[in-house]
């Protein structure tokens, strides 16, 4: 079914994946330019000739499922996000996120979208459940305890501005702190960004 997710990043980042992806695009054209001529596809009629084209798409898609072919944002950020989800403890199975809660990622507390010197470009990507579901729910459940901590902080201190710039530095402290523990998707989907546009490019 997959899932939509648009995040900020750096413009350079972002350019250099699409690079990535292009190169991936190339060489799969190449790939089947070849395989093409190996089939003969320009010497078949009829049967056998839908019949080799469909041989070929078959291990056109078998390609990019196994990662050779890297021919979207979301095939050239797949192995760098598993591996990062997995370092994490992410990469399980989770619990459903309850109806109505708060978002993933755009948890109270968090940095938000637009955070970080620099991240001035958007990344629009559409995961596939396998890496879109560990990835919302992970960071919804791993940071509940962080977020009910600062709703907590919130009902003794307040919420807005006035009330935060009245708390003593203690517990400015101790909120600072549990807001650093928040992890958000962006963070996620960022740290496999860079790790993606750090590697060659048909890597």
């Known amino acids: 079914m997959g899932h939509t997710m ?3 990043v750096p413009p350079t980042d972002l350019d250099r ?7 991936h695009k190339t060489a799969e054209t190449r790939w089947q330019a ?16 839908r019949a080799a084209r469909a041989r070929i798409r078959g291990e056109r898609d078998r390609l990019r ?3 050779t072919h890297r021919v979207t944002r979301w095939r ?15 990469l399980r199975a989770w619990e459903p996120i309850p109806d109505g809660a708060q978002q993933a990622g755009q948890n109270l507390g968090g940095t938000g979208p637009y955070a970080g010197a620099g991240y001035t470009a958007r ?5 596939p459940d396998a890496l879109a579901v560990p990835l919302l729910r992970g960071v919804y459940w791993t940071n ?3 977020v009910q901590a600062l709703e907590a902080w919130g009902d003794r201190w307040g919420t807005d501005a006035a009330s935060r710039r009245a708390a003593p530095d203690e517990a400015l402290a101790e909120r600072a702190q549990t807001a650093a523990q928040i992890t958000t998707t962006g963070q996620i989907l960022r740290a496999a960004l860079h790790h993606t546009t750090n590697r060659t490019p048909l890597t």
């Open 65 to 67: 499922e196994a990662g």
């Open 6 to 8: 648009v995040i900020a």
């Open 123 to 127: 990344l629009c990507v559409t995961l």
């Open 34 to 49: 070849t395989a093409e001529q190996q089939a003969g596809l320009l010497d078949l009629r009829g049967p056998a000739l």
């Open 17 to 23: 994946l699409d690079a990535h992806v292009d190169a």
């Open 76 to 90: 050239a950020l797949a192995p760098a996000l598993r591996a990062e989800l997995d370092a994490r403890g992410l």
């Open 144 to 146: 509940l305890p962080h």
